[in-house]
């Protein structure tokens, strides 16, 4: 079957850096996502790879290996407004987005 | 601004009673999809259009039913609520014109079925 694993929950320190996992089985790969959701809003896009490596915008950075079926998001500098919930989704072989549960990131001061 | 609008933000129903959920894009977006989101879960697909009047189902369509008369709305109607379809239901929309693929979500219908 298809998978998507990421922590459920992650605590951190503001102007600090988290890094979020992802790990997939999936039938083939197109790609994959990271959203962001802050509670009870739309989830919205934070990032797509599809090659292997770094992909890097202003404070979010994402990671992406293809043979390891491992990928992270990379937040740096914290601040409190990073408070939410980090989704991961890989397209498969069919150009349908597979979900991971999300990650819900706890800010402190 | 893109926007994606869904028409109820909290709805509560009695199980057996009729409900719509309207979605409307302004984007021009030819694809429209919707999910339910449940706590410890991924977002999981219902049924997905890429086009008026054409529908696929999803990973769980069961309970459900769409229409896509116009482009821009996508409804999700369930016929006969229960109380296991009690879910934040998301519908989003993309262009499907190469790019990311990148999908924009409404704000979310909460559904309560008692």
């Known amino acids: 079957g298809q998978n998507i694993d990421q922590p459920t929950e992650m605590t951190a320190t503001e102007g600090a850096i988290v890094q979020i996992n992802c790990t997939y089985q999936?039938?083939?790969?197109?790609?994959l996502f990271w959203y962001q959701q802050h509670a009870g809003e739309a989830p919205t896009f934070l990032s797509y790879n599809v090659l292997d490596g770094l992909e890097e915008k202003g404070r979010f950075s994402s990671f992406l290996s293809r043979s390891k079926g491992y990928s992270y998001l990379l937040l740096k500098e914290l601040q409190m407004k990073d408070s939410a919930s980090y989704l991961c989704?890989?397209?498969?072989?069919?150009?349908?987005?597979?979900w991971g549960a999300g990650t819900k990131l706890i800010i402190k001061p | 601004d893109v926007k994606v609008t869904q028409s109820s933000r909290y709805l509560v129903k009695r199980t057996g009673e009729k409900v719509f959920l309207e979605c409307v894009q302004d984007?021009?977006?030819?694809?429209m999809f919707w999910y339910r989101q449940d706590p410890g879960l991924g977002l999981r697909l219902i049924y997905f259009?890429?086009?008026?009047?054409?529908?696929e189902k999803g990973d769980i369509p069961e309970g459900y039913s769409v229409s896509r008369e116009k482009k821009e709305r996508f409804s999700l109607i369930l016929e006969s609520a229960s109380t296991n379809q009690t879910s934040m239901y998301l519908c989003?929309?993309?262009?499907?014109?190469?790019?990311?693929?990148?999908?924009?979500f409404g704000e979310g219908s909460r559904l309560t079925v008692l």
């Open positions: 259009s890429y086009d008026v009047k054409m529908k």
């Open positions: 999936t039938s083939g790969f197109n790609g």
């Open positions: 984007m021009d977006h030819e694809n």
């Open positions: 989704a890989v397209m498969d072989s069919n150009y349908q987005l597979i």
């Open positions: 989003a929309s993309t262009s499907g014109q190469g790019d990311t693929g990148e999908l924009f």
